[in-house]
């Protein structure tokens, strides 16, 4: 079945940028996101890729897309310690709204 | 417009005991779907609904009961709560050709 890995732990200075890595197994995929979990709130989408799409930039946040080698990236330029947070990829095939997440992503930004 | 509105927020039960969770949306999304949230695990799906009417499996089904009488509700049901149910679950919504879900605040259960 469909499949989405991320690595479970990043920790960086503030200032710094930040690269959050994920792969994915479905070919079918026709989009991907990312997602911002803060503790104790629910999931707040903060971008996504359609999968024809190699790059999107918003502000701070830059998304890279390799199709061929089905592996999603999420870099955060000059990180700041409101950016700590848990960070989900997901992914999104079909007509039937099924989102497959990967773990989640715990950033831990410090001072 | 008050979105996506799980209900409650926070339940205790005991081992055995059922209850429902509420999910409610006013956008007449055709999707919906339920999630759990466990550590280290992201979220994995439980149920999902394409239409009123029509319910199928996700991910870890077992132990949980949908039913989609109407298009605004999709109550995810425990018959026999165990504390392998603890967890906290999360309303998703999404219109038909649309690429985005809206999510519910979520739901904290603690089964003791």
């Known amino acids: 079945g469909e499949d989405v890995e991320q690595s479970l732990f990043l920790s960086v200075r503030e200032g710094d940028s930040s690269v959050i890595n994920c792969t994915y197994t479905d070919s079918s995929s026709t989009y991907l996101y990312w997602y911002k979990q803060e503790p104790g709130a629910g999931l707040q989408l903060l971008t996504y890729?359609?999968?024809?799409?190699d790059m999107k930039q918003d502000q701070r946040l830059t998304v890279l897309l390799n199709k061929k080698d089905k592996h999603l990236s999420l870099r955060i330029a000059d990180t700041q310690t409101g950016d700590s947070a848990i960070y989900f990829c997901?992914?999104?095939?079909?007509?039937?709204?099924?989102?497959?997440f990967g773990q989640g992503t715990t950033l831990q930004v410090k001072p | 417009n008050a979105g996506v509105t799980q209900t409650p927020k926070f339940q205790v039960l005991k081992t055995g005991q059922s209850m429902t969770l509420q999910c409610a949306q006013d956008m007449n999304h055709e999707y919906m779907s339920w999630y759990r949230q466990d550590p280290g695990m992201g979220l994995r799906l439980i149920h999902y609904?394409?239409?009123?009417?029509?319910?199928d499996q996700g991910e870890v089904p077992n132990g949980y009961n949908v039913s989609r009488s109407t298009t605004e509700d999709f109550p995810l049901r425990l018959l026999s709560a165990a504390p392998s149910q603890t967890s906290v679950y999360f309303c998703?919504?999404?219109?038909?050709?649309?690429?985005?879900?809206?999510f519910g605040a979520g739901s904290r259960l603690t089964v003791l």
């Open positions: 998703a919504t999404i219109q038909s050709g649309a690429n985005v879900l809206t």
């Open positions: 890729i359609f999968s024809n799409m």
């Open positions: 997901a992914d999104i095939s079909g007509n039937t709204g099924k989102l497959i």
């Open positions: 609904s394409v239409g009123a009417g029509i319910t």
